[in-house]
């Protein structure tokens, strides 16, 4: 199940749902609040959920709190819910680790001393600033449907698509 449709159906529980779902995400946020409970941050398609980790309900915790890094892929068990706070959160039964990030992605928050904020290495690793900074990937997104839109306007008109080779001098 998809995070949006995962938002869509469940969003309006009050406490908890007994049925299970199932989701897959990137880490994008992990907090560690005691030994035995971790809140992870996942995003798919650009939607978010909060996902819990509870040494109650899921084995190995201490395993999964080392192992588990900012920009891992991970597929979820669980059950939809609203935590103590309010807020909509997966309670996770099981976790699978999809794809290991080594090292941990740069933070998304452009005032942490972590963030990817150099220029360079930004247009260097595109596919870095991609994963991490979500407004850019819907400018992409945005730019590509734009030129999608205009060369079907065009082609249907019957224009033809002719490419010039640019002079560097």
């Known amino acids: 199940m998809s995070i949006g449709a995962l938002r869509s159906n469940f ?55 080392q192992r588990l890094k900012r920009g891992s892929v991970v597929g979820i068990d669980g059950n939809p819910g609203r935590t103590q706070a309010g807020e909509f959160s997966l309670f996770a039964t099981s976790l699978t680790y999809l794809a290991d990030c080594e090292p941990n992605l740069p ?41 999608a839109f205009i060369r079907h306007f065009l082609t249907s008109r019957d224009f033809l698509e002719v490419e010039t080779p640019i002079l560097n001098g």
């Not at 409970?37 to 996902?51: C, T, W």
């Not at 690793?125 to 990937?137: A, F, G, T, Y």
Request: aromatic fraction near 6%.
């Open 11 to 65: 969003e309006h529980v009050s406490p908890s749902v007994t049925e299970q779902v199932k989701i897959a995400g990137r880490v994008i946020g992990k907090r560690k609040a005691s030994s035995t409970l971790i809140f992870l941050d996942i995003e798919s398609n650009g939607d978010r959920v909060q996902v819990v980790l509870n040494g109650k309900t899921l084995s190995d915790i201490s395993q999964h709190a």
């Open 107 to 147: 933070m998304m928050n452009w005032d942490h001393k972590k963030t990817l904020k150099d220029s360079e290495k930004r247009f260097k690793e595109r596919h870095l600033d991609l994963i991490v900074n979500s407004e850019l990937k819907q400018f992409f997104v945005r730019r590509a449907r734009i030129m």
